[in-house]
C-alpha cells in the first residue's frame, strides 16, 4: 500500500508530536526556543535554544515504546558529529555570539493511551 506524499507518514507524526512536547518541555524550564527544524545542505537541527547565555542545540528522539531500544540509543558518534558541524554552521549563519555551545538530547518515549515521558541529557558534547 502506497501512502499519499502529502499525508505524513506515521514516524513522521510521530518525530513532530515529539519535538512539540521536547520544546514545551525546554520552554517550561526557562529556555528560550529560537529556532526549530533549522536546515542546510549538511542536515537538521531539530531544536535551537538559548538557556542564558548558552546555544544549546537539541536532538530529539521520539518513540512509541522501546521495542526497538531507548531512543537515546539511535544517537550515534556520527550523529554526533554532524550535529556539531551543523550547530557551526547554524552560529555562522546568526550574528548573535554565544558565550558556549552545547548539544543536549531529548528522549520523548510516548506509548498507545498513556502520557508522554520526557528524558533530557544536557552536555552531551560541549
Same mark, same amino acid.
Given at each position: 500500500? +502506497?501512502?499519499?506524499? $502529502?499525508?505524513?507518514?506515521? !514516524?513522521?507524526?510521530?518525530?513532530? +508530536?515529539?519535538?512539540?512536547?521536547?520544546?514545551?518541555?525546554?520552554?517550561?524550564?526557562?529556555?528560550?526556543?529560537?529556532?526549530?527544524?533549522?536546515?542546510?545542505? !549538511?542536515?537538521?537541527?531539530?531544536?535551537?535554544?538559548?538557556?542564558?547565555?548558552?546555544?544549546?542545540?537539541?536532538?530529539?528522539? =521520539?518513540?512509541?515504546?522501546?521495542?526497538?531500544?531507548?531512543?537515546?540509543?539511535? &544517537?550515534? $558518534?556520527?550523529?554526533? !558529529?554532524?550535529? +556539531? $558541524?551543523?550547530?557551526?554552521?547554524?552560529? =555562522?549563519?546568526?550574528?548573535?555570539?554565544?558565550?558556549?555551545?552545547?548539544?543536549?538530547? &531529548? =528522549?520523548?518515549?510516548?506509548?498507545?493511551?498513556?502520557? $508522554?515521558?520526557?528524558?533530557?541529557?544536557?552536555?552531551?558534547? +560541549?
Amino acid at each position: 500500500m +502506497r501512502q499519499n506524499p $502529502a499525508q505524513p507518514s506515521r !514516524a513522521a507524526r510521530l518525530g513532530k +508530536r515529539g519535538e512539540d512536547i521536547a520544546s514545551d518541555y525546554l520552554l517550561s524550564r526557562g529556555y528560550e526556543v529560537i529556532d526549530r527544524n533549522w536546515r542546510c545542505s !549538511a542536515g537538521e537541527i531539530d531544536i535551537v535554544a538559548r538557556q542564558d547565555h548558552s546555544l544549546v542545540v537539541v536532538e530529539v528522539k =521520539a518513540r512509541s515504546s522501546l521495542s526497538a531500544g531507548h531512543p537515546f540509543e539511535a &544517537i550515534t $558518534a556520527v550523529k554526533l !558529529a554532524r550535529l +556539531r $558541524a551543523l550547530a557551526g554552521l547554524w552560529c =555562522a549563519a546568526q550574528s548573535e555570539a554565544f558565550a558556549s555551545v552545547r548539544i543536549d538530547a &531529548i =528522549a520523548v518515549l510516548m506509548p498507545g493511551g498513556r502520557p $508522554a515521558t520526557v528524558e533530557h541529557l544536557t552536555g552531551v558534547w +560541549r
